[in-house]
Every structure is written in C-alpha cells, then in structure tokens.
C-alpha cells in the first residue's frame, strides 16, 4: 500500500511562485515506486499530466509548464515536491501526487493552487 499526503498549495499572484511537497507513505520501499509524479484538474477540465520523474532522475514535463516547473524527489525523506515558478492564472487547478507501485496507480487527495491578482 502507499499513501500520499499533498501539502503547500494556496493563493499566488500571476508571476508567483509555490512549491508542493507530497509526503510518501509506503509498506514496501519507495525504490519499488516508479514513476511518481503531479497531476492537476481545473474546474470542468480532466485531470492531465504535470510532470513525473522516474528512480533514476528522468524527468517529464507537460509542455504547458516546461521551463516553469521543476519536480524533485527525494527518496531518503519519502517525499516527492513540485517547484513552481513564474505561475500563471490558467495553472490554477486541483494538484495531485501521483505514484505507481507494483503495478497499481496511487493518489493523492490533492491541494489547491490559485492563481490570482
């Protein structure tokens, strides 16, 4: 089983900038979970692919936020962070971690990030 528990959304204005950590809870170890990664889903929208990062560093990233967005995990401390700058009012959404062990997807229950002047 893993659990994952989102933290550090909130209200930033348009060129601001906030950094989510999603806490990684697991029975087994969390060199057994690949890839993890962050989702988000605005209002009336489906849920879409942010960026994941694979064991071994590889990083992808939604085209939407490239250069913007950095996602980091750290396997020592079971966390998994998304670093995001330069924000926009359409990266407002539901922001969700996202892991696979075994085969079975996992999720988060998600923070929200809004984009505001």
């Known amino acids: 089983q893993v659990q994952l528990v989102e933290s550090g959304g909130g209200l930033v204005q348009p060129g601001g900038s906030l950094r989510l950590s999603c806490a990684v809870s697991?029975?087994?170890?969390?060199?057994?979970?690949?890839?993890m990664g962050w989702y988000r889903q605005a209002p009336g929208k489906q849920r879409e692919l942010v960026a994941t990062?694979?064991?071994?560093?590889?990083?992808n990233y939604a085209d939407s936020v490239k250069g913007r967005f950095t996602i980091s995990r750290d396997n020592a401390k079971n966390t998994v962070a998304l670093q995001m700058n330069s924000l926009k009012p359409e990266d407002t959404a539901v922001y969700f971690c996202?892991?696979?062990?075994?085969?079975?997807?996992?999720w988060g229950q998600g923070t929200q990030v809004t984009v505001s002047s």
């Open positions: 990062i694979l064991m071994g560093g590889r990083t």
């Open positions: 697991t029975s087994g170890s969390i060199f057994s979970i690949n890839p």
């Open positions: 996202n892991a696979v062990w075994i085969g079975h997807v996992y």
